[in-house]
């Protein structure tokens, strides 16, 4: 459906009803006229459309199915600007401005870098053309040498940016560029609705690079949670095994009561220490840290916490009691080591000295 002549085809309310239909995505009613002949039947198509508006609070006061039926274009042009305002400018939301206050606050947002370019109103501030080169400029700096623009070229400058906006973008040319170029009050509301446009199709690309950036950083990390699950439940399970085992060793490890016994479970004990321990002490360091390191970053992503399993509380209380065990196992070796040795050197002693009174007594 094409409209050619904007005042002769909205008369019978068809067109009115499409275009409704597609900007609000939704039936205007239940049944419409669709070949309407009579005054009486496009009149009634009208209504639907007119009725269908004030239901969306679209404000219409001034306007009515007569004016349009009747071809007023001053009343036709007026109801294309509250549409345009109702569903295109309207719908603008920038931190909680909206409206064409909105898409003012949005310009300046993404002009304030080009110091060179004020931007007041949605008149006499596009004149230049400046305004326009400078929005494309800013979300698709390859496409204008901005630095190469002279504000005194407006003629230049406007048709540089409609001719992009409608070629790279597909953005429709609403505007002749003589009807802005070097105006002193070009129609704000024509430059209302072009600008409009651009923040739909720009705005709506940063959101698309927003949503991209989120979903590869959610994606980063999930894969870094699932890496860091791998590298815990690898090491952590083995761990527990071996935290257990040595545990339940020296809880039921005798003391010998030989020295030579003595001594070779000290070096044992030693070499337990020097050889097999250490690498069990950097592989619980390890798993320490990737269960901090994975709750944290849970915690700052807002996901949900890991329930470890093992649970790291019961790896540290292992790891504390066989500390607690080995310690008070070699404690206790050293102890009796030295007390058998020095019943040794005294016994030694004793024995010579019978010895030596069994020889004197002999003589």
């Given amino acids: 459906m094409t409209i050619d002549d904007l005042y002769e085809d909205l008369k019978d309310g068809?067109?009115?009803?499409?275009l409704l239909q597609i900007i609000c995505r939704e039936k205007v009613c239940r049944k419409f006229n669709k070949k309407p002949r009579m005054r009486i039947q496009k009149m009634e198509?009208?209504?639907?459309?007119?009725?269908?508006?004030?239901?969306?609070?679209?404000?219409?006061?001034?306007?009515?199915?007569?004016?349009i039926l009747?071809?007023?274009?001053?009343?036709?042009l007026g109801l294309m600007w509250t549409l345009i305002k109702a569903f295109q400018v309207a719908e603008i939301d920038v931190e909680g401005v909206s409206g064409k206050d909105g898409l003012l606050l949005w310009v300046n947002r993404s002009l304030a870098d080009y110091p060179t370019v004020v931007v007041k109103n949605f008149s006499s501030s596009w004149a230049d053309g400046m305004a326009f080169c400078a929005l494309?400029?800013?979300?698709?700096?390859?496409?204008?040498?901005?630095?190469?623009?002279?504000?005194?070229?407006?003629?230049?400058?406007?048709?540089?940016?409609?001719?992009?906006?409608?070629?790279?973008?597909?953005?429709?040319?609403?505007?002749?560029?003589?009807?802005?170029?070097?105006?002193l009050k070009p129609d704000e509301k024509s430059i209302t609705t072009y600008v409009s446009l651009?923040?739909?199709?720009?705005?709506?690309?940063?959101q698309k690079k927003k949503a991209v950036t989120t979903i590869s950083k959610a994606l980063n990390i999930a894969q870094r949670h699932q890496e860091l699950a791998a590298e815990f439940n690898q090491n952590a399970s083995g761990l527990l095994e071996w935290l257990t085992q040595q545990t339940e060793r020296f809880q039921t490890l005798s003391q010998p009561r030989r020295i030579p016994d003595i001594k070779e479970a000290l070096a044992r004990h030693l070499d337990y220490k020097k050889n097999e321990k250490p690498p069990r002490e950097a592989q619980f360091v390890a798993v320490e840290g990737c269960a901090g390191r994975w709750?944290?970053?849970?915690?700052?992503?807002?996901?949900?916490?890991p329930n470890l399993d093992p649970p790291i509380e019961k790896l540290q209380a292992l790891k504390a009691k066989l500390d607690e065990l080995e310690t008070a196992f070699e404690l206790k070796l050293r102890q009796n080591l030295d007390s058998y040795q020095k019943t040794e050197i005294f016994l030694t002693k004793v024995v010579k000295d019978l010895e030596k009174r069994c020889v004197s007594a002999g003589h």
């Fill in 136 to 183: 494309i400029h800013r979300y698709a700096p390859t496409l204008i040498d901005f630095n190469s623009l002279n504000p005194k070229n407006a003629q230049a400058n406007v048709k540089l940016a409609f001719d992009i906006a409608r070629e790279k973008f597909r953005i429709p040319q609403l505007l002749e560029v003589e009807s802005v170029a070097g105006q």
């Fill in 70 to 76: 009747d071809g007023n274009n001053k009343l036709v």
């Fill in 198 to 206: 651009l923040f739909k199709e720009f705005a709506s690309g940063v």
């Fill in 14 to 18: 068809i067109r009115l009803i499409s």
């Fill in 295 to 305: 709750i944290a970053s849970c915690k700052n992503n807002g996901r949900a916490v």
């Fill in 45 to 67: 198509n009208l209504n639907f459309a007119f009725a269908f508006m004030q239901k969306k609070n679209v404000n219409v006061t001034n306007i009515g199915s007569s004016d």
